[in-house]
């Protein structure tokens, strides 16, 4: 049940981090480097939305293997996401 809630606690952080950047244009990076458009966040926001029923459902079920298992599920998604905007600058010479 640990599993579950703190898969839900990220998954909720996350997909309202995702939302309240969905309603900004973005960096440069993230806008025109990483192709990470406001409907790119709103997708995201909505995955992680997804996941924070999905481990409330196991908690709640007290489901541990399947919260789990949808724990290592979202911690790729999540490390998509972070990454995909967070990278910043690259030096493309060396």
């Known amino acids: 049940m640990v599993w579950s809630l703190a898969g839900a606690a990220v998954a909720l952080a996350i997909g309202t981090a995702a939302w309240r950047r969905s309603r900004s244009p973005g960096g440069f990076y993230d806008r025109e480097i990483y192709g990470m458009s406001p409907r790119s966040h709103q997708r995201y926001a909505a995955v992680s939305m997804l996941f924070a029923a999905y481990f409330a459902v196991t908690a709640a ?3 541990d293997a399947a919260g789990i298992a949808g724990l290592a599920l979202y911690a790729v998604v999540a490390i998509f996401y972070v990454t995909s ?10």
């Open 85 to 94: 905007f967070l990278q910043g600058a690259s030096d493309r010479d060396e």
């Open 61 to 63: 079920w007290r489901l």
